[in-house]
């Protein structure tokens, strides 16, 4: 397959909020952007490491945009029935506790959405994540708003991405959860695998 069928209304909609985005929610940067180089080496690890692109850029590439612009209310931003995201620099205004997120984390991030939604659907996750969560994070599923599961899904991603790669001092989670780091690994490996083989059960 050459191409990418995408229901015209999701399509739509994905442009519309993209306008809105240029329109609305750049302001100058607020910090280096993460360049070329930068972007570059994030990827190669991750593929080298789950050969991601198999899921996430089938049938089509991932588009990343960097934007020498900062975001009003999110670092970074994707679009998933258009796949791609928009990288753009850190904005301190929307620091936790006064420390900056790692340009390399929040791409990885970013990415765990895209896979997400080549996975399941963006707004839900795959029936197998529930108990990895439950397990890893020592929480319970029904404990979680719908809401957040994109957000815990796209940052286990990022965690399982980073663990024993040259990510691991980017992401602010790793240290909190390193018991359940290889867990999330393994979790990733095999439902990663599972896509790339078509057998996913979704």
């Not at 739509?12 to 070329?36: G, H, R, V, W, Y």
């Amino acid at each position: 397959m050459f191409c990418l069928i995408v229901d015209r209304l999701d399509f739509t909609k994905n442009i519309e909020m993209l306008i809105e985005f240029f329109d609305s929610q750049l302001i100058e940067p607020q910090a280096p952007t993460l360049d070329k180089q930068g972007i570059e080496e994030t990827l190669k690890i991750i593929e080298d490491k789950f050969d991601l692109s198999k899921v996430v850029s089938n049938p089509v590439p991932v588009f990343i945009f960097p934007l020498n612009y900062s975001q009003r209310n999110v670092n970074m931003h994707n679009w998933p029935y258009i796949n791609s995201i928009t990288c753009t620099a850190i904005n301190p205004a929307l620091a936790e506790e006064n420390e900056l997120p790692d340009d390399q984390y929040i791409l990885t991030h970013e990415l765990g959405h895209l896979l997400v939604a080549k996975l399941s659907d963006y707004n839900t996750v795959p029936e197998s994540f529930y108990p990895i969560f439950e397990k890893g994070f020592h929480n319970k599923r029904e404990n979680v708003e719908a809401e957040y599961w994109p957000e815990l899904f796209a940052d286990t991603f990022s965690m399982a991405a980073a663990y024993n790669t040259e990510l691991a001092n980017t992401n602010p989670f790793m240290q909190k959860l390193f018991p359940s780091l290889s867990l999330f690994e393994q979790y990733f490996y095999n439902i990663i695998d599972e896509a790339k083989s078509d057998k996913i059960s979704l």
